[in-house]
């Protein structure tokens, strides 16, 4: 038997599909293709260096204690118990698209469909300080050393002989991290009884939550300015230090104190690690096709935060760098591969957006759905489920959900302990 002739055997009954990067796009890829019988005999094997996934929509309520680590970061092990999944716990260094091979942890990986989707990092900036004095909001490390943080500032202000003294934090980047984040912090220390929390929230925009609807916009404003957040902008950041923030306004420099900043601004996709002559957009994401196949490998695919549609020659608008975007082109990746292991053609991706969601402080939230916009205590009820049934694995949510009902209904039968 010619090697063409093993290597398309190979292919269309036991086909060997390496996923690279166990977030939003990778494991939910991984998960999907766990509904083709086809593939039950198929070697899937997902590369991640992390031991635990990661839910980003609701890493706030980590910090506010809302919700538990084990909730919004559940084990790869746990998750993958009983699937047709081989998890690899290390970081694969890099790609040989050519020969079809991994290089990860001194191993050479052979498959004969790839999936990336690496994600993105946090931007490095140039400016003084901000490497030293700040915390950034991106992984489960960062969530917990924020709370550890938090919780040092509630014990100091407790010594403090003074208890009006101000205690002020400065968050930087009016996006949806920034914003989330100020209200959720805000929240935390005043239920913990510091009495005279100043945040301020500078953007360098002219206005906050660019890329969201006008009436989610309106609401978050609402609740920011019910919180006395204070939001500066068209206001820039030239200099941080251990206790404080330089900003440049219209008006000129400032210096405003700040016990804690928190840098919510800039991303980048993670460095590519195959051939660097796969097309690229200026901020580093790798071109694929409507299919999301890579435009020169059609056994590769890339999706998340590190690729995009390549949309010169379409008309498709490119879908966001979200995880509401990341698990739909998972479930694309996935049919596609079905697909193509079955000799068919693979489809194109097309991404439907079904709203907006922002956590703004502690049992509160504001959402945007086809037209629709809420805010309050009912908000975060329906942010929350529609975050359960989101959450990877029926087990997992089902685990979650329970916990959640349980809170509910402590709530509503026992207000007085809450
Ligand atoms: C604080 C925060 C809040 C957010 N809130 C929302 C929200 O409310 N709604 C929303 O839609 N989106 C939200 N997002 C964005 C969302 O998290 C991302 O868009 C989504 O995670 C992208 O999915 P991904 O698979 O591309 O990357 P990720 O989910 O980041 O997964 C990438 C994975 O690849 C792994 N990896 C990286 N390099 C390698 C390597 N060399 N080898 C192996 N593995 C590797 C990483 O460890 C990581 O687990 C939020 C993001 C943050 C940080």
Redesign the pocket.
């Known amino acids: 038997m010619s090697q063409q002739t093993v290597s398309s055997l190979r292919a269309s009954t036991a086909p060997r599909i390496c996923i690279?990067?166990?977030?939003?796009?990778?494991l939910y890829t991984a998960l999907y293709l766990q509904k083709y019988r086809h593939l039950r005999k198929a070697k899937i094997v997902l590369?991640?260096?992390?031991n635990r996934?990661?839910f980003?929509?609701m890493?706030?309520e980590l910090i506010t204690d809302e919700l538990k680590e084990w909730e919004i970061a559940p084990t790869y092990s746990s998750l993958l118990t009983g699937k047709n999944v081989i998890w690899k716990q290390?970081?694969?260094?890099a790609i040989d698209l050519h020969s079809q091979v991994v290089s990860?942890a001194g191993e050479k990986l052979g498959y004969d469909y790839l999936v990336v989707?690496?994600?993105?990092k946090n931007r490095p900036v140039d400016i003084p300080g901000v490497e030293q004095h700040t915390l950034t909001?991106?992984s489960l490390q960062d969530a917990l050393a924020l709370k550890s943080r938090l919780a040092q500032i509630v014990q100091s202000q407790k010594l403090q002989p003074n208890p009006f003294a101000p205690t002020q934090i400065v968050v930087v980047g009016g996006g949806?991290?920034g914003v989330?984040l100020s209200g959720k912090v805000k929240d935390y220390l005043t239920h913990r009884g510091l009495q005279n929390v100043r945040i301020t929230l500078v953007e360098r925009g002219e206005t906050i939550l660019v890329p969201f609807r006008k009436r989610l916009r309106r609401l978050a404003k609402k609740s920011l300015s019910r919180r006395q957040i204070e939001v500066m902008t068209e206001t820039s950041v030239a200099e941080v230090t251990a206790d404080t923030v330089t900003i440049e306004t219209k008006s000129g420099r400032q210096v405003l104190p700040s016990r804690l900043t928190l840098w919510a601004v800039g991303t980048q996709p993670?460095p590519w690690?195959g051939d660097q002559s796969v097309q690229s957009n200026e901020q580093g994401q790798r071109l694929t096709r409507r299919s999301l196949q890579l435009i020169e490998y059609d056994n590769v695919f890339v999706?998340?935060?590190?690729a995009t549609v390549n949309t010169q020659d379409s008309s498709a608008k490119p879908a966001p760098?979200?995880?509401?975007?990341?698990y739909q082109a998972a479930s694309r990746v996935a049919k596609n591969l079905s697909a193509m292991t079955q000799g068919s053609q693979p489809k194109a991706f097309s991404y439907l957006h079904l709203g907006d969601?922002?956590t703004l402080g502690i049992g509160e939230a504001g959402l945007w759905s086809f037209g629709l916009a809420i805010g309050g205590q009912l908000a975060a009820l329906c942010r929350r489920s529609v975050y359960i049934f989101r959450m990877p694995t029926r087990r997992h949510q089902f685990k979650v959900g329970r916990r959640a009902l349980s809170q509910l209904g402590r709530a509503i039968f026992m207000p007085w302990n809450q």
């Open positions: 690279v990067g166990g977030g939003f796009g990778g590369i991640e260096p992390k996934f990661l980003t929509p890493m706030y290390a970081r694969a260094d990860v989707a690496t994600g993105a909001f991106r949806p991290s989330e993670q690690l999706l998340g935060d590190s760098s979200t995880a509401q975007a990341a969601m922002l």
